[in-house]
């Protein structure tokens, strides 16, 4: 498809060069670390999700319910995106529940605990609900 790329670069306003040599293009818009972590996190929790469904053959169409365990910033910004993390990881949207404590007493710990050792813990309550259900 390298010809319809050229095309479409070629057609668009002030392009005097081949697509092939030129630069990548710069962006004057702002970088917030702080927005590229919380994507990160929740890419991560999506992976998880997905993850836990292939490792226990749970059929793709199936909703599945979840329990995400995580600080209340973290649950903030999950639960501001359910619908679209149920869309992702095939969650039934009205059985996602949200916990700022961990459900197995481990609750103390919550504060000393990084993002990816919470999605650990959301993974291994999602695959204990899968055995479940």
Known sequence: MPFVTEELWQALPNRREALIISSWPQTSLPRSTDLVKIFENFQALTRAIQNARAEYSVEPAKLI???????????????????????????????IHFND?????????????????????????????????
């Not at 919470?118 to 291994?124: E, F, G, K, T, V």
């Open 65 to 95: 319910t979840a329990s995400i365990v995580g600080s209340e910033e973290v649950i903030q910004y999950i639960s501001e995106e359910k619908e679209v993390l149920a869309l992702l990881s095939k969650l039934d949207l009205d059985n």
């Open 101 to 133: 404590e961990v459900v197995l007493g481990f609750s103390s710990l919550l504060a000393n605990i990084n993002f990816n050792l919470l999605i650990l813990a959301a993974c291994y309550l999602i695959r204990l609900l899968v055995m479940l259900a």
